[in-house]
């Protein structure tokens, strides 16, 4: 069995560099704290809190040295850091920071806000604060129609970063026809495009496709989502997943792998495939 690895897969730019900087603060710190999962990657963060880390899922005046996560948080966990004098070492991608600060500016503008991408992920949660909590979602094609549109106000459009390349062209297009005042930005980040991109690409040349990630990783999910509608696909988390039935009849497999899966599970994987006559 032929078996090909992606050529983006694993840790981005955004989380390499936040799991980089954990470690060393880690090291630098005798208490050092992480406002919910760094990374959405179960293994690695278990990792990071073997080491030290000690994840909260709330900010409290003891947290003296607090680790903002690679997806961003809420403005309100700033201010209260602010306020309390807390050391905040902020690992938000800088994709993410972007979006905060293109939606502050507008919401202060006076435009509407609406975010393109899943309202309950804790990236779109910390976008939505840079506006008051006040932005409309969409979080599919349909959900276009839903919007509640005034012709009097300007809208300005965000991505989610992980958000499906192949819906963007689409939601744009709606949009541009139903929305008389927009202005749209395209803040989907190029790790994610070029992940997506070369997920089609593989997806279209081999007979079966393995997509790794945690979960509750976004981007690894559109990864899977877009995979399966090419050929058939599984999604696991790491090789504990895996059978050798899984790949009876298939001459060539294609494996890729969220931008928040690190490189020491993706080498399982490709261990144990290996050794699958």
């Excluded at 983006?8 to 208490?31: L, P």
């Excluded at 990792?47 to 000690?54: E, I």
């Excluded at 958000?163 to 930005?185: C, D, Q, R």
């Excluded at 190029?190 to 089609?200: G, H």
Aim: hydrophobic share 35%.
């Amino acid at each position: 069995m032929e078996i090909i690895l992606s050529k983006f897969s694993g840790y981005c730019y955004g989380v390499k560099k936040a799991v980089s900087v954990a470690d060393e603060s880690i090291d630098k710190y005798e208490d050092i704290y992480s406002l919910g999962s760094l990374i959405h990657n179960k293994r690695a963060v278990e990792k990071l809190k073997n080491k030290g880390l000690q994840v909260v899922d709330k900010l409290e005046e003891k947290n003296k040295n607090i680790i903002f996560r690679s997806h961003g948080v809420e403005k309100k966990y700033y201010d209260y850091a602010s306020k309390h004098n807390l050391n905040v070492i902020d690992t938000t991608c800088i994709y993410v920071k972007k979006i905060h600060q293109i939606v502050e500016e507008k919401y202060r503008e006076g435009y509407e806000i609406i975010i393109v991408g899943s309202k309950k992920h804790p990236e779109v949660i910390g976008i939505n604060s840079w506006s008051d909590y006040k932005a409309q979602f969409v979080e599919d094609i349909a959900d276009t129609g839903r919007l509640d549109i005034d012709d009097e106000k300007s809208y300005a459009v965000v991505f989610q970063t992980t958000f499906n390349i192949e819906k963007y062209t689409k939601i744009v297009e709606i949009l541009k026809e139903k929305i008389k005042n927009i202005e749209i930005f395209n803040t989907i980040c190029s790790a994610t495009k070029k992940r997506q991109d070369f997920a089609l690409q593989l997806a279209e040349e081999v007979d079966m496709m393995i997509v790794i990630g945690d979960t509750s990783s976004s981007n690894s999910k559109k990864l899977y989502e877009l995979a399966s509608e090419k050929v058939k696909s599984i999604f696991i988390e790491d090789v504990a997943e895996l059978e050798e039935t899984m790949f009876d009849g298939v001459q060539k497999l294609g494996v890729t792998a969220g931008a928040s899966t690190p490189d020491f599970v993706i080498d399982e994987v490709i261990d144990y495939l290996k050794k699958i006559d």
